[in-house]
């Protein structure tokens, strides 16, 4: 990101401890400062902030210089009280003195003022002190909250700023009386400063909000607005319903309920086909006892090496089929031994499973009929 010099100039006039924003000017003000030098840390943390405040008796205070410590500007904004009369272009010219003597002369310039009193000068007067700024390649952000009688003498000045410019690097935002000084701030191109994203939409999904800033805060607005989607889709999904649901209310939801629960067991059962090589399942699991599912749980782990048995036989039968075809009764015994091996590898799983006792009675009486059966198809 780039480097940048900014002076941060606030309002401390006697306007501020109006309470048209929450809960007065002054305090919306700290806010909306705390906000920008937050931005402007986390776009480049080597970039430097200074203040300084535009209202006084006297003479107008620079309250820090240049640093990366964002901590210190935010403690010395707090010990500024509202004092004196507001004196825009006075401070505007100390901000550019400022800048004029920063450390990182490759930063670029930037001075971010607050205006929450009434301007004093006139058009030309600001005209003119833009034009200087403009030569000198400083920007200017300006955020007017609540005196609506500045907003055409800042906007004229704001305006000879990007004169002959192919990008504007200066902004104007102007907040009326009642709103969060901040939240318009947040969706603004001060905070953004990439030539006005946030007002044309080309900021985080229209946030003004850059995901490289603050990644978790993208992450966070992302699965919101995600989850808001798809709330106004259901919605949607909802209302088209709503015509059948005026003569039968209850049929619709039920009938989509079933609908639902039905492509979910039938997309488990395939699932459950799949991994058994293809074998249907002849119940649905909900209907299924204990017992069956065990048995089922049996069948599956099973059916790979049955399957690996089979391949290395047929395998074997390409290798030697005269072999095969001359000894029946041996192929008999070796299928006879290899239900014995069946058989071992059964009470091997029972074993190895977490949590099942192959001692069980249940489990047990299983086993004892699996054999039966087993015994039973050898018969001739």
Same mark, same amino acid.
């Given at each position: 990101?780039?480097?940048?010099?900014?002076?941060?100039?606030?309002?401390?006039?006697?306007?501020?401890?109006?309470?048209?924003?929450?809960?007065?000017?002054?305090?919306?003000?700290?806010?909306?400062?705390?906000?920008?030098?937050?931005?402007?840390?986390?776009?480049?943390?080597?970039?430097?902030?200074?203040?300084?405040?535009?209202?006084?008796?006297?003479?107008?205070?620079?309250?820090?210089?240049?640093?990366?410590?964002?901590?210190?500007?935010?403690?010395?904004?707090?010990?500024?009280?509202?004092?004196?009369?507001?004196?825009?272009?006075?401070?505007?010219?100390?901000?550019?003195?400022?800048?004029?003597?920063?450390?990182?002369?490759?930063?670029?310039?930037?001075?971010?003022?607050?205006?929450?009193?009434?301007?004093?000068?006139?058009?030309?007067?600001?005209?003119?002190?833009?034009?200087?700024?403009?030569?000198?390649?400083?920007?200017?952000?300006?955020?007017?909250?609540?005196?609506?009688?500045?907003?055409?003498?800042?906007?004229?000045?704001?305006?000879?700023?990007?004169?002959?410019?192919?990008?504007?690097?200066?902004?104007?935002?102007?907040?009326?009386?009642?709103?969060?000084?901040?939240?318009?701030?947040?969706?603004?191109?001060?905070?953004?400063?990439?030539?006005?994203?946030?007002?044309?939409?080309?900021?985080?999904?229209?946030?003004?909000?850059?995901?490289?800033?603050?990644? *978790? !805060? /993208? &992450?966070?607005?992302?699965?919101?607005? #995600?989850?808001?989607?798809?709330?106004?889709?259901?919605? +949607?999904? @909802? $209302?088209?319903?709503?015509?059948?649901?005026?003569?039968?209310?209850?049929?619709?939801?039920?009938?989509?309920?079933?609908?639902?629960?039905?492509?979910?067991?039938?997309?488990?059962?395939?699932?459950?086909?799949?991994?058994?090589?293809?074998?249907?399942?002849?119940?649905?699991?909900?209907?299924?006892?204990?017992?069956?599912?065990? *048995? !089922? /749980? &049996?069948?599956?782990?099973?059916?790979? #090496?049955?399957?690996?048995?089979?391949?290395?036989?047929? +395998?074997? @039968? $390409?290798?030697?089929?005269?072999?095969?075809?001359?000894?029946?009764?041996?192929?008999?015994?070796?299928?006879?031994?290899?239900?014995?091996?069946?058989?071992?590898?059964?009470?091997?799983?029972?074993?190895?499973?977490?949590?099942?006792?192959?001692?069980?009675?249940?489990?047990?009486?299983?086993?004892?009929?699996?054999?039966?059966?087993?015994? /039973?198809?050898?018969?001739?």
């Amino acid at each position: 990101m780039v480097l940048e010099s900014t002076v941060i100039c606030v309002d401390n006039s006697e306007y501020m401890r109006n309470g048209d924003f929450v809960p007065t000017r002054m305090q919306a003000q700290h806010d909306a400062v705390q906000l920008v030098c937050n931005a402007k840390t986390r776009s480049n943390p080597e970039s430097n902030i200074a203040l300084m405040s535009l209202a006084a008796k006297e003479n107008l205070q620079v309250h820090s210089t240049f640093t990366t410590d964002v901590n210190r500007i935010l403690s010395l904004l707090t010990q500024i009280q509202p004092n004196g009369d507001f004196k825009l272009l006075t401070g505007i010219k100390i901000a550019q003195l400022v800048l004029r003597h920063r450390q990182g002369k490759n930063h670029r310039q930037r001075i971010v003022v607050f205006v929450g009193s009434p301007v004093e000068e006139s058009e030309r007067e600001l005209v003119m002190v833009a034009k200087k700024l403009r030569k000198n390649n400083v920007n200017v952000n300006i955020v007017n909250f609540g005196e609506e009688e500045n907003v055409e003498k800042l906007q004229t000045f704001v305006s000879t700023l990007n004169q002959d410019r192919e990008e504007p690097g200066s902004h104007f935002v102007n907040v009326p009386s009642g709103s969060k000084l901040s939240d318009a701030l947040l969706q603004s191109p001060v905070i953004t400063e990439d030539g006005g994203a946030a007002a044309g939409g080309g900021g985080f999904d229209g946030a003004g909000l850059d995901p490289n800033d603050d990644p *978790e !805060l /993208a &992450l966070a607005l992302r699965v919101s607005m #995600e989850e808001q989607r798809k709330a106004q889709q259901e919605a +949607a999904g @909802g $209302g088209t319903e709503g015509g059948e649901m005026d003569t039968a209310p209850a049929v619709p939801v039920q009938s989509a309920g079933g609908a639902a629960a039905d492509s979910e067991e039938a997309l488990l059962q395939q699932a459950l086909s799949l991994s058994m090589g293809g074998v249907p399942i002849e119940k649905d699991l909900s209907q299924m006892t204990e017992d069956e599912q065990i *048995e !089922l /749980a &049996l069948r599956m782990s099973m059916q790979p #090496e049955a399957s690996t048995a089979e391949d290395s036989g047929k +395998a074997a @039968g $390409g290798s030697k089929p005269k072999d095969e075809a001359m000894d029946t009764s041996g192929g008999a015994s070796a299928g006879g031994a290899e239900e014995e091996v069946d058989a071992e590898q059964l009470r091997a799983i029972l074993e190895s499973l977490p949590g099942v006792d192959p001692n069980d009675p249940q489990i047990r009486e299983m086993i004892e009929k699996q054999a039966k059966e087993d015994a /039973a198809k050898k018969k001739p």
